[in-house]
Nanobody, 121 residues
């Protein structure tokens, strides 16, 4: 099985910082990319940031300059460093792992259960 576990969500004040972590484990042959998505009540899930195995990063326009994604390949872990947080950043953040399962050539997406980030005074 493949397991994806996020952590780090919390209640923070506007302008504060937070770091999310996501670790992938299980029957994974190669991780092609890892990323963070978020979903606020009444809104669709959106991509926040992603990073490929070649360390190419992509950010949503709304978080550029404030969020930084990084990856520890040895630990199959991805991080999202969030700074200058705004109330609009409030959402459930989900970790996505795009990987090739062992003994298969078709890439699959795996998701964590999500971690709540609330930005409020």
């Amino acid at each position: 099985q493949v397991q994806v576990v996020e952590s780090g969500g919390d209640l923070v004040q506007p302008g504060g910082s937070l770091r999310l972590s996501c670790a992938a484990s299980g029957s994974i042959r190669i991780i092609d990319a890892m990323g963070w998505y978020r979903q606020a009540p009444g809104k669709e899930r959106e991509l926040v940031a992603s990073i490929t195995r070649r360390d190419i990063t992509l950010y949503a326009d709304s978080v550029k300059g404030r969020f930084t994604i990084s990856r520890d390949k040895a630990k199959n872990t991805v991080y999202l460093q969030m700074t200058s947080l705004k109330p609009e950043d409030t959402a459930v953040y989900y970790c996505n792992v795009r990987a090739f399962p062992k003994f298969r050539v078709v890439v699959e997406d795996y998701w964590g259960q999500g971690t709540q980030v609330t930005v409020s005074s």
